[in-house]
């Protein structure tokens, strides 16, 4: 494939939406064709699915919330995503594979190779080029997501967990950035808003020239 595929991933509060925004923002002001989406939600059928999967009202079972999430990912891949790359676009998601094995995997508890043959199933094999991780204590999260509720007065089924789940979801972020460190780069996400989009456009930029070169990272 032409295009490149990149994800960006991290525990709630740690701004990966909003640095999403701002990296497709100066791509396209550099000319490049940038196509950004999220999961779920990416598809009109992945919109209906997110209303269902985050509304704070619904009870959702864990065994539900893993296949609906993956209905989400086969849609999005196949209607979306591969389009995009075989016509040379850059894709930027919020949120992908990776989220599953944190959120469902980690923090739902369900067995690694269960985790592994859902996610082969609805990629179809596809993984990103590049993944950034956003990294937050869950303190800060939780303080993150906090102000975020009170302001905007929207809560979704995730703000509702405790301390200990974004924890077990913190530390399975981790884990995948130690096993594939070529693909996965860890973004300290502490700081200030610019200094963030400043420490991706240093990792991103790089890597689209020797993407589009060809050159291995």
């Known amino acids: 494939m032409a295009g490149a595929f ?3 991933e991290g525990i709630d509060g740690s701004g990966k939406s909003t640095q999403l925004r701002m990296l497709a923002s100066e791509l396209r002001q550099r000319g490049q064709q940038v196509v950004a989406t999220r999961e779920p939600g990416g598809t009109p059928l992945g919109t209906r ?41 850059i894709i ?10 944190a959120y469902q995997g980690a923090g739902r508890g369900f067995p690694d190779q269960l985790i592994a043959e859902v996610v082969a199933l609805a990629t179809g094999g596809l993984m990103p080029d590049l993944t950034l991780i956003f990294d937050l204590t869950v303190d800060e999260s939780l303080r993150r997501t906090s102000r975020r509720v009170r302001d905007d007065q929207q809560a ?52 689209l020239e020797k993407h589009r070169s060809g050159v291995s990272l």
Not at 92 to 101: E, G, K, M, N, P
Not at 164 to 191: C, L, N, T
């Open 156 to 207: 979704d089924r995730l703000d509702a967990e405790d301390a200990a789940f974004h924890q077990r979801v913190r530390d399975a972020y981790m884990r995948i950035a130690a096993a594939e460190p070529e693909r996965v780069k860890i973004i300290d996400a502490s700081g200030a808003v610019e200094e963030t989009h400043a420490e991706v456009l240093k990792l991103v930029m790089p890597f």
């Open 6 to 8: 990149i994800t960006f």
């Open 92 to 101: 930027l998601s919020d949120r992908y594979a990776d989220a599953t094995v």
């Open 49 to 89: 699915l997110r209303e269902a999967l985050l509304d704070a009202q619904e009870q959702v079972d864990p065994l539900a919330e893993l296949l609906l999430y993956a209905a989400d990912r086969a849609q999005h891949v196949r209607a979306l995503v591969r389009p995009a790359l075989e016509s040379d676009h």
